[in-house]
């Protein structure tokens, strides 16, 4: 009798460990095989613009959470001397090596083709957080997810300082255009 209960118990364990599985298992996650982030500010003296392609993100189709790093160090700038000032003298990019993003998408079913959606979540910048709402577009089809986007970010949210003799060369803020491409995740 108790042998038989012990199997009916097993049993019920080991269903419970399969559906588990299974729900993880089916947990469908993308890493970008290719990023593409620019930023540009439009300031009365002089535009700003750089390039960065070492983000790295994931998304998890099911719960639809995202990630994405990007190392500050890699934006590029076209005169040597912005990129020194923007990685010493703003982003303090050896105190705050990363930016980040990780958020949610809200509005959109999970299924593939084309849509339009917002993610949710925390922007980090300069080692200051702050909650935003990012809208883009997504294109998705059974192995490539395809994100890109055209956002603001307010330089005094993220407490990046701008000294007044360069005030003018500097708008408040910047704009920034991303693009990434995924391709399946698998653990190694």
């Not at 399969?18 to 095989?33: D, M, P």
């Not at 990685?87 to 980040?100: G, K």
């Not at 925390?122 to 986007?149: A, C, F, P, Q, R």
Request: glycine share 4%; hydrophobic share 40%; aromatic share 10%.
């Amino acid at each position: 009798m108790m042998e038989l209960r012990i199997i009916k118990i097993m049993k019920k364990l080991l269903l419970i460990i399969f559906l588990l599985n299974c729900l993880f298992g089916f947990s469908q996650k993308f890493k970008t095989n290719n990023s593409h982030i620019r930023f540009f500010s439009d300031a009365p003296m002089e535009d700003i613009e750089a390039i960065n392609e070492s983000a790295t993100s994931i998304v998890d189709v099911t719960s639809k959470a995202i990630v994405i790093v990007v190392p500050i160090k890699s934006f590029d700038f076209k005169k040597e001397l912005m990129q020194e000032h923007f990685n010493e003298n703003y982003l303090e990019s050896d105190d705050f090596p990363n930016a980040t993003f990780k958020g949610k998408l809200i509005d959109w079913n999970g299924e593939e083709g084309t849509a339009q959606v917002s993610a949710k979540g925390t922007m980090e910048i300069h080692g200051v957080s702050k909650e935003m709402t990012i809208t883009g577009d997504l294109d998705y089809s059974s192995n490539v997810l395809k994100v890109s986007t055209v956002f603001n970010i307010k330089l005094e949210d993220h407490k990046i300082k701008i000294p007044k003799a360069v005030f003018y060369k500097i708008a408040e803020e910047v704009e920034v255009t991303a693009n990434f491409e995924y391709a399946p995740y698998e653990k190694n």
